[in-house]
T-cell receptor
């Protein structure tokens, strides 16, 4: 199992350019999340998805769009990048409560979010 | 709105010391609380997860406690080692069907253990 993977690992954009960050997971998780991490701010939720074809806004969604066309992939798009979007972006995934009801003996490990290695984005 | 605060922001200790990291949260209606470790330039690794009905969890030299009514959790690291140097993040998941597993993170504690 590769777990959660993210591409690219690094990217430098100029203001106004667009790009898409790809997240993929091979654990058959229903829920997927995009966070950004800034110094002194912890991780903040941008958007999330509770299943294929569904997306919802998190705490800081402005300037980002997402899509979940396949269960294993969650894409984060920046249509017109701004310097304020310079950050490290993390993707995560987890099981839904409905799935975990069928895994009562799996312990706490099934109730956690699994994180990708991150994408470091700089917008000039 | 749930807010999570971690104290101290940074901690530097000599090898072998026992240490405590603190996490507080404002909304006690939580589903669970997790402690993560983050190494520089890396993703997050889950260390311990405490369900709202539990008081503590242990893994090796790590022990995490939860006092939901007071909105506090502590991560205790025994006999610290240089390899424990990392950023430690606390995150809470609210209860309720519409939480969808979303986590609210603290700012983290940067731990340095020097030989």
């Amino acid at each position: 199992n590769a777990g959660v993977t993210q591409t690219p690992k690094f990217r430098v954009l100029k203001t106004g350019q667009s790009m898409t960050l790809l997240c993929a997971q091979d654990m058959n998780h229903e829920y997927m999340y995009w966070y950004r991490q800034d110094p002194g701010m912890g991780l903040r939720l941008i958007h999330y998805s509770v299943g294929e074809g569904t997306t919802a806004k998190g705490e800081v969604p402005d300037g980002y769009n997402v899509s979940r066309l396949k269960k294993q992939n969650f894409l984060l798009g920046l249509e017109s990048a701004a310097p304020s979007q310079t950050s490290v972006y993390f993707c995560a995934s987890s099981y839904s409560p409905e799935t975990m009801r069928f895994r009562p003996l799996a312990g706490n490990s099934t109730d956690t979010q699994y994180f990708g290695p991150g994408t470091r984005l700089t917008v000039l | 709105k749930q807010e999570v605060t971690q104290i101290p922001a940074a901690l530097s200790v000599p090898e072998g010391e026992n240490l405590v990291l603190n996490c507080s949260f404002t909304d006690s209606a939580i589903y669970n609380l997790q402690w993560f470790r983050q190494d520089p330039g890396k993703g997050l690794t889950s260390l311990l997860l405490i369900q709202s009905s539990q008081r503590e969890q242990t893994s090796g030299r790590l022990n995490a406690s939860l006092d939901k009514s007071s909105g506090r959790s502590t991560l205790y690291i025994a006999a610290s080692q240089p390899g424990d140097s990392a950023t430690y993040l606390c995150a809470v998941r609210l209860s309720g069907g519409t939480s969808y597993g979303k986590l609210t993170f603290g700012q983290g504690t940067i731990l340095t253990v020097h030989p």
